[in-house]
C-alpha cells in the first residue's frame, strides 16, 4: 500500500491516506510507534498484536516523526498488503 501522512484538523491528529482503495470486505488496522514493520501476508492484525481498527477517514491521535504502520486486512483479520509511513501531524 502506498500510504501518505499529512497533519491531521486538530493538534496531534494526521490525516492518512491509502492507495490503492480498499477491496470490498476488507478493513484498515494502523499501529504506530518510534519504529514498526509491516506484518507478512496472512498474519493476525487484531488488537492482540496492537493493533487498531480504522475506517479509512478518520484522522489518528499520533506523534510526528514516529511511523505509521497501514495494514489491509480481510474479514478474519489476516494481513492482505500494508504501507508505512513517517508521520507528520498537527502541530
Known amino acids: 500500500l502506498t ?5 491531521g484538523t ?3 491528529d494526521t ?8 477491496k470490498t470486505g476488507h478493513s484498515y ?3 504506530t510507534a518510534a519504529s514498526v514493520e509491516a506484518p507478512k501476508v ?6 492482540a498484536a496492537g493493533y487498531t481498527a480504522w ?11 514516529n511511523k ?3 495494514v489491509e486486512v ?10 508505512i509511513a513517517t508521520v507528520a501531524a498537527k502541530a
Not at 500510504?3 to 497533519?7: C, E, F, I, L, R
Not at 490525516?15 to 480498499?22: G, H, M, N, R
Not at 480481510?74 to 504501507?83: E, S, Y
Open 15 to 22: 490525516k492518512i491516506t491509502v492507495l490503492p482503495a480498499l
Open 68 to 70: 505509521i504502520v497501514i
Open 42 to 47: 496472512a498474519d493476525l492484525c487484531d488488537s
Open 29 to 31: 488496522v494502523y499501529k
Open 10 to 12: 486538530a493538534s496531534g
Open 74 to 83: 480481510d474479514g478474519d483479520g489476516l494481513a492482505v498488503k500494508a504501507g
Open 3 to 7: 500510504v501518505t501522512s499529512v497533519a
Open 55 to 65: 475506517n479509512g477517514t478518520a484522522d489518528i491521535t499520533a506523534t510526528t516523526g
